[in-house]
């Protein structure tokens, strides 16, 4: 019990600090952060948003739905996704924001020097996947109605092979938990379908990179956790600048 | 995100709900701990209860569970017997136990969603899988969870039931996790496509007609 109401505490604060910054207008304060105390603190935030594996006793994704008793779940609930626009549209939004930060990572990334042959190629195919989810999801919005999310400005920290590849790890993993926690919410059975299919792509680069780093593949075990987007958002803030 | 050891608590209202009306909630709580916490962790059967808890499976619902578990038990038999057979060892003897306990749980979990929402699982399917060597195994491997990705990316958007959904949902992501390690122990892209494929039932029971022995 007093770890559940520290989780709690804990998330609580996290969306507090959310809803006090505002998704992508914190960049100052950001920027001053990340110039201070470089990637590690990065990390770090992920780290301690989402729950490393070696750390059992830290899941806000999963203490956040539990949070409420009588709540159906963790999807069920969250409405983060409507700063983003309504519905679809708004989970969509969510989506393509998050796609835009990741296609602009592997894009950093592949330009840093760090990575040659192989591991360089993986990241550039990453990468473009990345970028054709973006475009895939621009196109998704429009056509429902919806006017696209804009481009984030985005910085990362790219010190070493090791901590890129850690980081790419955790982006990825966050993106595979957020797709999840989304399907759910999804009305169209066409939009399901597209998110779904994009979803699997976001496990299998989790995964890839889950093993390029010695790490399970399968970090959740049989039945991969969702995450809600509060916390996701919350996660990627340290990355995104304006 | 190992969630098994911290959210009992979560898990508990639920299967005091489902299993039994009325009795102490302690009793349950111990109940479903020691049987679903033996099998495979509490954490892995929040999203089936949850499933049967909404009460909206619907038959369509069922069917699909059912077509999804006969795959399951599929990869289940497939490796259990190369954990026998395949002559693995080392890191992708490691990675096919891990697979194997997941498929394994996979069924566990469907066979109870199917009960709870009062259908009948359906029975193993007698299997065989040609391959003699751990190549051939590898290589069918891929293929096997290259499948199933596509029969339930393919299924998942006839489920109506959101918590059926989410469960798919979370098993789909898994079997995507376990297609990328292969493949790349097979020297393959861990993500060939952007979008995986989407596959129709009757493509999939197509698919798997070769190991299927009647």
């Known amino acids: 019990m007093p770890v559940r109401q520290e989780q709690r505490q804990e998330q609580e604060e996290q969306e507090e600090q959310g809803k006090q910054q505002g998704f992508g207008r914190s960049g100052v304060s950001r920027r001053q952060l990340m110039s201070m105390a470089g990637g590690s603190v990065a990390l770090g935030a992920f780290l301690a948003a989402c729950g490393d594996d070696s750390d059992s006793d830290s899941n806000p994704a999963m203490s956040g739905s539990s949070g409420q008793s009588g709540s159906t779940g963790s999807s069920m609930s969250d409405d983060s996704t409507a700063q983003f626009g309504e519905g679809d549209i708004g989970i969509m939004n969510y989506a393509l924001t998050l796609e835009y930060l990741e296609t602009a990572f592997y894009d950093d990334v592949a330009k840093s020097g760090l990575f040659k042959g192989a591991d360089l190629e993986t990241i550039r195919k990453f990468g473009s996947q990345e970028a054709e989810h973006v475009a895939a999801l621009t196109a998704a919005v429009k056509k429902a109605g919806g006017k696209p999310a804009p481009k984030p400005k985005t910085e990362f920290p790219l010190n070493n092979a090791q901590q890129v590849l850690r980081l790419a790890s955790t982006v990825e993993n966050l993106g595979a938990a957020a797709y999840l926690g989304q399907a759910a919410r999804i009305q169209s059975p066409e939009v399901l379908a597209a998110a779904l299919s994009i979803h699997s792509v976001e496990g299998r680069h989790a995964a890839a990179l889950n093993t390029l780093l010695g790490k399970t593949p399968v970090p959740d075990g049989p039945f991969a956790q969702p995450a809600p987007a509060a916390m996701v958002l919350n996660a990627v803030q340290p990355f995104i600048v304006s | ?214």
Do not use: C, W
């Open chain 2, 1 to 214: 995100m190992t969630e098994i050891k911290t959210d009992t608590e979560m898990v508990h209202p639920e299967l005091a709900a489902i299993e039994v009306d009325g009795t102490e909630r302690s009793d349950i709580l111990m109940k479903g701990a020691l049987a679903a916490g033996a099998i495979f962790g509490l954490g892995a059967v929040s999203p089936f209860v949850k499933g049967a808890m909404g009460a909206g499976g619907s038959k369509g619902d069922v069917e699909i569970l059912n077509y999804a578990l006969t795959l399951e038990y599929l990869e289940s038999a497939f490796y259990a017997e190369a954990l026998k057979k395949a002559g693995l060892s080392g890191e992708l003897k490691e990675l096919v136990k891990t697979i194997s306990t997941d498929e394994d749980a996979h069924v566990k979990a469907l066979t109870q969603t199917i009960r709870d929402l009062g259908g009948k699982p359906v029975k193993a399917p007698k299997v065989e899988f040609p391959y003699s060597d751990t190549a051939g195994f590898t290589a069918l491997a891929e293929t096997i969870e290259n499948v199933g990705v596509s029969a339930y990316n393919g299924a998942a958007p006839m489920i109506s039931s959101k918590e059926v959904l989410e469960a798919a949902g979370s098993i789909v992501q898994v079997e995507a996790r376990h297609a990328a390690a292969i493949a790349l122990q097979n020297g393959n892209q861990p993500a060939p496509d952007a979008f995986d494929k989407t596959m129709t039932q009757a493509q999939v029971l197509k698919a798997v007609q070769p190991f299927l022995v009647s």
